[in-house]
């Protein structure tokens, strides 16, 4: 079988609790990974909103997940509550194919996907099932975009938003620092904006030497554009297969 990445320095920059598919599809492709997380997620500084959603979770009609994370965090807040028997009265929407499979992971049905891993486009497949004032709940990271909450409240939605979980910039060890600066990747994978940014303040644009930039969506890929950053490469959808596929792509040219 063809290792199309056969010889090729991949820096991974996810968190770690998100990487971990993706490095082992690397791998399988001959790829060398290095792994360097920059941010690491956190439960919220107050946790009572989140709590409180949990406690009362009968009175939405929606809850909407935009990451992997959002999900784990909701439902360890549901166990803890002793609700989780009654989300399955509520229509579960998400963003992505992975942020499904893990809702999946838990027993759970989704009612609505969005074919792509935006916001934007999740509000677009559930305006036609959206009544105004139904009330959705949106637990979603701290630092999170706002285009989803937007639309949906602009729609005449009740959202009701709360921190699920954060992320802070993980320590950069000298060891890993040391290595971009001795023998910099031939690809870079950037997964959010905030990623990025941390990379840049970490590690300055040096790090990178003449990588190719692979973002793993078209929000991504703007961040990456507006710090300056030309990006070879988009990924189809945010999944960890697209990803290696557009890495593929980079590198291909």
Not at 208 to 228: E, F, K, N, S
């Amino acid at each position: 079988m063809e290792r199309r990445l056969e010889g090729i320095r991949i820096l991974v920059t996810r968190p770690r609790e998100r990487s971990e598919e993706l490095c082992f599809l690397l791998e399988d492709e001959g790829a060398e990974v290095l792994h360097v997380p920059l941010l690491e997620l956190l439960p919220p500084e107050d946790p009572r909103p989140l709590v409180a959603a949990a406690e009362s979770i009968q009175r939405y009609k929606w809850v909407v997940f935009a990451s992997p994370s959002a999900v784990e965090a909701f439902m360890e807040a549901l166990r803890e509550a002793g609700t989780v028997g009654l989300l399955s009265r509520v229509r579960i929407a998400v963003v992505g194919p992975r942020t499904a499979r893990t809702v999946d992971g838990f027993g759970l049905n989704v009612a609505v996907e969005s074919p792509e891993g935006t916001g934007a486009a999740l509000y677009e497949v559930m305006r036609p099932g959206l009544e105004p004032e139904d009330e959705v709940l949106l637990p979603a990271a701290e630092e999170g975009r706002r285009e989803l909450e937007d639309a949906l409240r602009e729609h005449g939605a009740r959202v009701t938003r709360v921190t699920a979980y954060r992320s802070r910039p993980a320590p950069l060890p000298p060891e890993a620092q040391a290595l971009l600066a001795s023998s910099p990747p031939d690809v870079a994978l950037f997964a959010s904006p905030r990623t990025a940014e941390a990379f840049l303040e970490a590690v300055g644009r040096e790090g990178l030497g003449a990588a190719r930039l692979v973002a793993i969506g078209p929000t991504t890929a703007a961040a990456l554009t507006h710090l300056g950053l030309p990006v070879a490469s988009v990924a189809e959808r945010p999944t960890p297969e697209a990803l290696v596929e557009a890495t593929v792509r980079a590198i291909r040219g």
